[in-house]
């Protein structure tokens, strides 16, 4: 199915909102929701944004802008929130399967700029079902700001491959990027147990800016490009211990790459 909201759209909701909830079987069409051009999405106590819930499904979930409103004198705006939490969401999953179907979630904010305040951001998490999960975020300006954050989560021996990918790009038709704000552990290709072959965890900063103290690998493929991008390290006195960063590939491009330390 595809929704279509109204150019202003105003959600509150109590809880979660959730996008192709499968418990056994896959659809057979994409489902897709089609952003307007003023967006705002607040959910309930602890309420959790999946796209692609349970068995997910093999045709794709898809959340994006609508593309009749990309391009104007200004970009159309997203802002997710909480009620309660602190005003963060508990969990923004793309692709969150269970089952034994492979999934696929496609969240891509392109042309409009976000603002997301998130407990956990995860991206490409498979479980206990043979399925695999790949979820895909890319944005290109505005900010998502996460307590933590997995790219790319197999959850248990035996399950499915878990392949996330996060792409953090600027758009050059308004002068402006993305940034993802990860506050705490930014994990790439988190394992639990065994790990499935193929699993993995990519950040792609293509001109856009990644704010993380701590990175670390789990037991998949993590890797990290950059390619005319920053990086940025925060560093307290007294109350930061340490940043520390561990991937398998660490790839650069670009003459404007930087790492800043405030």
Known sequence: ?????????????????????????????????????????????SGNFNLGQGGVTTNGVFLEFNPAFLGGATPPTAVFNSAASGGRIGNLYVCNTSQSIPGYALCNLSGGSVNVLVSTLQVGQSSSGLGSATGVLTF?????????????????????????????????????????QVNGLLTLAATTGTVTPGTAGTLNLNGGTLIANLVTNGGGVGTINMTNATWQLTITPGITAYGNITVTNFNTGGPTNSVVVS
């Not at 109204?6 to 909701?13: A, D, F, G, R, Y």
């Not at 079987?25 to 959910?43: F, K």
């Open 1 to 45: 199915g595809v929704l279509y909201p109204e150019k202003t759209n105003n959600i509150v909701l109590g809880n979660d909102i959730q996008m192709c909830n499968q418990s056994s079987s896959s659809n057979s069409l994409p489902v897709v929701l089609y952003l307007g051009i003023t967006n705002l999405i607040t959910l309930g106590s």
């Open 140 to 180: 290109d300006m505005g900010t998502i700001n996460a307590s933590s954050a997995y790219v790319g989560r197999q959850q248990s021996t035996g399950g499915g491959m878990a392949v996330g990918t996060v792409n953090i790009n600027s758009n050059s038709t308004y002068g402006a990027s993305a940034t993802l």
